[in-house]
């Protein structure tokens, strides 16, 4: 049987998965494909690293030459993350003829375009199926499954390690600090875990399927982002209280003829099926017109299931070189959407605050929030410090612009001050 040699980029917690699955699931891969794969030449940064996985027979360098000048390598994996260089490691990959399969949403986020360009000009594929939600198959199913149907909204958790962080901080008290430590020694963090917690990480993954799903390209500047390295205890205990959990949600909805999009903690209600997925799990809810709600679950993080989506895509590439058929888009459905119409999204909010514990006070607020035409449904005060109460709110729908209309007038105020506001979703 005909050999397929690959090659990867990045030998960490993605790139020791491929190089397990691909050396241990040979006979299903080649029964499905007809080619045998074989993992040839690896890049890494440092060369002399101790690694987990056996690298016998497979040639270890710092040199992306050796895989670039390499007649030999048809399918390169990108697993070394970050935009720069990994964008002129891709770029010099397809010019030089190789398939590209990526994990990096980063990067996908921000130049897809440029390097579909780049692989369709020299008839290659450039696949990332595993740079959204980890294992769970989410784009090929939106490609494939939801071809024919209008999508109205996908929303849902996609970055593992907040959603790890929150889960120990719910339901085992962890303080947020021991949680991301966790997180990181068991692999679900970037090498710089920033864009995990404040929320870019969960962006830049809403960014691929709301493209896959709406044809529109959004960008960061589309989209409010806010992470969860500001968000108290005190609000996880008092939103458990009303009967929400709080999850980093991503929401892309279709509003009339344009996006609403943003990343953010948003309260869950307890029987709702995104407040039940815990630890590094993920899940997408996609809505269609046809379909109506739809839910994938999995694993959102780590080596083994995010090495099974990149595992997919070299089973397809290879499928395609079989057939003779690279060099087609993974996406192909483009469409003229306004972005700019986010006025029209309307939710519940959730406002925490903490204001002096002075007769009056609750009667100043209320009138502040009536200006603000905010109406809402639940309200609790309770004493904060000897000198402050802290008070929480469940609103009415509300236009989202009115938060930061609220946070400007709470803002000139010394005697109240506004701790959090979330979306509320029931
Ligand atoms: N970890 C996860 O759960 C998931 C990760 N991803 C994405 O997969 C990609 C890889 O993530 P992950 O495996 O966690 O990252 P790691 O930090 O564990 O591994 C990165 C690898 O890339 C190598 N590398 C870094 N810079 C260079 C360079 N300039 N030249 C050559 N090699 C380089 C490193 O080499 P060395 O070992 O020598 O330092 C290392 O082997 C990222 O895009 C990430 O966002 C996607 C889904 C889930
Ligand atoms: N750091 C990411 C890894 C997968 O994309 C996450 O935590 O989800």
């Known amino acids: 049987m005909e050999t397929i040699k690959i090659g990867l980029v990045g030998l960490g917690t993605v790139g020791s998965g491929v190089l397990q699955m691909v050396t241990q699931n040979q006979d299903k891969i080649s029964n499905i494909t007809g080619r045998q794969l074989s993992v040839k030449t690896i890049v890494v940064h440092d060369i002399n690293k101790p690694r987990q996985v056996n690298t016998d027979n497979i040639i270890l360098t710092d040199d992306l030459n050796q895989i670039i000048n390499d007649p030999e390598i048809k399918i390169v994996v990108e697993v070394m993350g970050g935009i720069h260089p990994a964008k002129e490691v891709i770029t010099a990959l397809l010019n030089a003829k190789k398939h590209v399969v990526t994990a990096n949403k980063d990067l996908i986020a921000s130049a897809?375009?440029?390097?579909?360009?780049?692989?369709?000009?020299?008839?290659?594929?450039?696949?990332?199926?595993?740079?959204?939600?980890?294992?769970?198959?989410?784009?090929?199913?939106?490609?494939?499954?939801?071809?024919?149907?209008?999508?109205l909204e996908v929303k849902g958790i996609v970055n593992g390690t907040t959603n790890y962080i929150l889960t120990q901080m719910q339901q085992k008290n962890w303080s947020y600090e021991q949680a991301l430590k966790e997180a990181q020694k068991l692999?679900?963090?970037?090498?710089?875990?920033?864009?995990?917690?404040?929320?870019?990480?969960?962006?830049?993954?809403?960014?691929?399927?709301?493209?896959f799903s709406f044809g529109t390209h959004l960008t960061m500047d589309d989209m409010q982002v806010e992470g969860i390295q500001n968000l108290q205890l005190a609000d996880v205990k008092q939103a458990d209280a009303f009967g929400f959990t709080i999850k980093l949600l991503g929401i892309a909805k279709r509003i009339n003829n344009g996006i609403f999009a943003d990343v953010a903690p948003v309260l869950v209600a307890k029987d709702h099926p995104l407040a039940t997925i815990n630890n590094e799990n993920n899940a997408v809810m996609v809505t269609g017109i046809a379909v109506g709600e739809t839910l994938f679950y999995g694993p959102g993080a780590g080596g083994l299931p995010t090495a099974n989506s990149v595992?997919?895509?070299?089973?397809?590439?290879t499928k395609n070189i079989v057939l003779g058929t690279t060099g087609n888009s993974f996406?192909?459905?483009?469409?003229?959407?306004?972005?700019?119409?986010?006025?029209?999204?309307?939710?519940?909010?959730?406002?925490?605050?903490?204001?002096?514990?002075?007769?009056g006070q609750m009667l100043k607020l209320t009138k502040l929030l009536t200006d603000l035409d905010i109406s809402f449904s639940q309200i609790v005060q309770t004493k904060n410090t000897a000198e402050y109460a802290y008070v929480a709110i469940i609103t009415h729908e509300m236009n989202h612009f009115t938060i930061p209309k609220l946070s400007k007038a709470i803002g000139n105020l010394r005697d109240i001050n506004l701790i959090g506001a979330y979306k509320v979703i029931n």
């Open 187 to 211: 692999g679900f963090a970037e090498s710089d875990p920033t864009n995990d917690v404040a929320g870019i990480d969960a962006a830049y993954k809403m960014i691929i399927p709301s493209q």
């Open 112 to 151: 897809g375009d440029e390097l579909a360009k780049i692989a369709h000009d020299n008839h290659c594929d450039l696949v990332y199926e595993a740079s959204v939600a980890g294992g769970i198959p989410i784009l090929r199913t939106i490609v494939n499954s939801f071809a024919a149907d209008q999508i």
């Open 311 to 317: 595992l997919s895509d070299i089973v397809s590439v």
């Open 331 to 359: 996406n192909n459905y483009q469409h003229e959407n306004d972005l700019i119409v986010a006025k029209n999204a309307f939710f519940p909010y959730y406002l925490s605050l903490q204001m002096l514990d002075v007769p």
